[in-house]
């Protein structure tokens, strides 16, 4: 079983190639062993050559507001009051620290997408 790092967009092709073979291998066998250090060095090829940004903050809010199926209103507690909520969903108002505490607490999403500089401007 010779595995070593991949450092080459072929080594990268190969590998997932020999993943998507393994797949259905069951686990503590040789080929599942195989398999989990694969995914391993997959993981660290992609974490350094397609690394992925965090999040636009309203994004990551309304991305959580669809998954667990909330409303506006379901923010009140986390951001004031429902004429707040809107504003920070249409970036007329950004987050302030209290605002992303709560709703790192009360909603899960990570702090380091709730204190990135939003996309778009907020205008005056």
Known sequence: MEIKP???????????KEIDALMTARPNTAEGDRLDILVTLVEAY???HFPMDLPDPVEAIKFCMEQKALKS????PMIG????????LN?????????????????????????RPPEKAVSA
Do not use: C, Q
């Not at 009051?81 to 920070?88: A, C, H, M």
């Not at 950004?94 to 899960?108: Q, S, Y």
């Open 91 to 115: 970036r007329k108002r950004p987050l302030t620290l209290r605002m992303i505490w709560r709703l790192h607490k009360g909603l899960g999403i990570p702090a380091e997408s709730l204190i």
């Open 6 to 16: 991949i450092k080459t967009k072929t080594a990268y092709r190969v590998a997932l």
């Open 73 to 76: 209103k379901d923010l009140a």
């Open 81 to 88: 009051g429902l004429n707040r909520v809107y504003e920070i």
């Open 46 to 48: 992609e974490r350094k």
